[in-house]
């Protein structure tokens, strides 16, 4: 997506040399005189709001419908993640993963086990590998699924919702029949998994992957060229390159901006630089380039989980998790009958998995970004400190500036192109 | 209205009076109303708001209850669902939104967060938020799966279409007290110990 | 001058070339450089980082705090750089003596995706930035009394009785910050008297009874 192909099918009045729908505000060319005795009005939206996606407030400072400040308040969903990490074992901390950004919960669970792999130098096989990048795609898919649909809403349109949703339940089918559970996966362990696909699990994912993309078709033909979403998305909200550089934005964001920028290319893990697929790159840095960047990522997900498909199919049979049972639990068959293996579990169940002293951080490419895992490790089975590198809580930090200026319904906008989850937000 | 928590040693009273035939006629329709016209105010916080909104989109079908006008505005709300946790930063906005909500009301809590903290036995966490408002449902589940959800749904109903106009005690305002608490400061500490395993994971080395 | 660790990036010998003994040590952590720098030039050595041709450290990943265990230990502010043209990443950290006052200069200036990365640091180890232009807590509420979550010395279940933490949170008004005094504290930080602006600089806001 390097150019634009996509030109305004509509002559709609007031549209600008480039094609675009000109956004002149009301009055511009006569005198406005500005101590009319207009005083700026305070507007709080949230923390309980529809269109805030989570429990995020902002306090908007505005003169008519302009909006001259945007103060986000947030910490309305603090939960302590970090400090209970503290009080776990690493393996303990993976379902606390699952609920720091619950739209995509399996690819955060991957990035806790390879941060814990990396922090105690561990290998994992090719079979789990691949496996882990389904999760990871999958992931994407349903993350971007949902942020398509409250998007949606937010902009007036319902029918994504229940488009995006509906595919959703697809994948939260394969999820559950995965791991057991919808949404708290819990899917990783260090060194492995915590379960392998059941039989005739793939045959379901490549039903999906099949299918899957007419939905992203219809969405395409419903937006792309929709006058009134281009007239909504198009040149608001707008960041460029070397803002959302020195605004540490990542994922999405920071590639709609024109930095061709994805963790999965340029510091590749889990084998990714082996898969064929494009990183999407916009120009404008506007509400539209984030849409098309996450509507492409979709089917290059898409893309991925069909190869990666090929490949587990090529590797049926090999193994799973490391053979190296102090740090993964060994078959509970083996447990029972084996002193070694008992002894191997007991002592993981009772008092973890220790890491050597040292620090690590590992960051992947998470649906909203750039999601990191900050070990640091004093040699017992408890971390010293789990810091998240949060990609959404720093995303946000750049709404003040995106919405400086902007009228008040394009802050919803402005605030839902962010792709914002106020779990991670939070913590 | 939620369980009135009976002040300490004393049983609360039933009232002695005893509906009569219209009352309970007239009850029946009203209730009839109320069960099937349950106007949700959705508090998603966390995870469980996830499960929430699966539970209102295609596949289960929230409207069949006649749930599907979600009420943002608290004023024409009729049951609040606490989805999620509620840190203590958000604890008096659920109580206002509670305030403002008009009787008749009801709340569901739904999860492990909203009912107990769930897994969240820390510094930031309301351990239930039945210390903040009063509850009349609790789905358990981390997230409760939609049909726990809508089982909880069906179990208010049951609730709603049990009320009759002859108890005036089921309309009573729980507000906080003077002193700042909604329930006494000596139940909140003690439905916030610390149960079951997290008992042990409190060393961090 | 001990041997090079294997693996350590180049950045760190520039840095040792520039700066002297201001680089305090440096080691190699699976496969992550990471060096030490004295608190009163962090942020020159930050800003060299990020300006000099050959460096380009012009992505800040994240800045956090670690409190260790041992209490003798100081605290350290760490700030994770990357080269998104050279791909290569940095962690350069600052300790700081938990005896003296916690502070450290701002990388605001440099990095405007510090601003809340610092008031999360602030909020959590109470590590004041200095030169941050509005640095209130984030994530906790401004009157929060119980202290620095993160640090070591704070209990997993806070510092009051849940009873108390409770009759506080109801006590709080849901409005606050909502005025135009909040909207314009940070406009108005450096005309404050000086000793209001120490206070607030040390988290000092109207403890709450
Ligand atoms: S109960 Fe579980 S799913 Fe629900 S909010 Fe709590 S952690 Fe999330």
Partial sequence: MSTRTVEMALATPGLDDRGRPSRLPLGVGTAVDDDLGAEHMLVNIGPQHPATHGVLRLVLELEGETVKRCIPHIGYLHSGFEKLGEYRHYNQIVPLTDRTDYLSPMANNVCLALAAEKLMGIEITERCQVLRVIACEMSRVISHLVWLGTTGIDLGAFTPFLWSFYQRERIYNLQEAWTGARLTTSLTRIGGMMADVPDGWEAGLRDFTATFTKTLDEVDTMFTRNSIWCGRTQGVGVLTADEAINYSLSGPMLRASGVDYDVRKDRPYLGYETYDFDVPVGEHGDIYDRYRVRLEEMYQSNRILEQALDRLARLKGAPLNTDDHRVILPPKGRAMSDMEAMIHHFKQVMEGVPAPAGEAYLGVENPKGELGYYFVADGTAKPVRWRIRPPSFINLACLPKLCEGALLSDVIAINASVDIVMGEIDR | ?205 | MTAVAPGLSPSVEALRAAFGSAVLRSAVSCGDSIVWVDRDRAHEVLAWLKNTPGQEFNYLTDITAVDYRDPGQPLEVSYQLRSLGRKVDLRVKVPLDKAKPLTVDSVFDLWRGADWLEREVFDMFGVTFAGHPDLRRILMWDTYAEGHPLRKDFPLRGNFTRAEQTRQALAANPEAHYSMEELSIADAFNELPDDMKRRLLEGQRGELR
């Fill in chain 2, 1 to 205: 209205m939620g369980l009135t928590l009976p002040s300490d040693g004393e049983i609360a009273e039933v009232p002695a009076v005893s509906p009569n035939w219209l009352t309970t006629r007239l009850d029946f329709l009203v209730n009839w109303g109320r069960a099937n016209s349950l106007w949700p105010m959705p508090f998603g916080t966390a995870c469980c708001a996830i499960e929430f909104m699966a539970t209102a989109a295609g596949r289960f079908d929230i409207s069949r209850f006649g749930m599907e006008r979600m009420s943002f505005s608290p004023r024409q709300a009729d049951v609040l669902i606490c989805a999620g946790r509620l840190p203590f930063k958000l604890a008096p906005i659920i109580r206002r939104v509670w305030d403002q909500m008009p009787q008749p009301k009801w709340a569901i809590s739904m999860g492990a967060c909203a009912s107990t903290g769930g897994i969240f036995d820390t510094y930031a966490m309301v351990q239930g938020i039945d210390t903040i408002i009063p509850v009349d449902v609790y789905v358990p589940g981390c997230p409760p799966r939609p049909e726990g959800l809508m089982y909880g749904i069906m179990l208010l109903q049951k609730k709603i279409k049990g009320e009759t106009m002859a108890d005036p005690s089921l309309r009573q305002e729980l507000l906080v007290n003077d002193q700042g608490f909604f329930v006494p400061p000596a139940k909140i500490d003690e439905i916030s110990e610390p149960f079951g395993n997290s008992v042990h994971q409190t060393r961090s080395a």
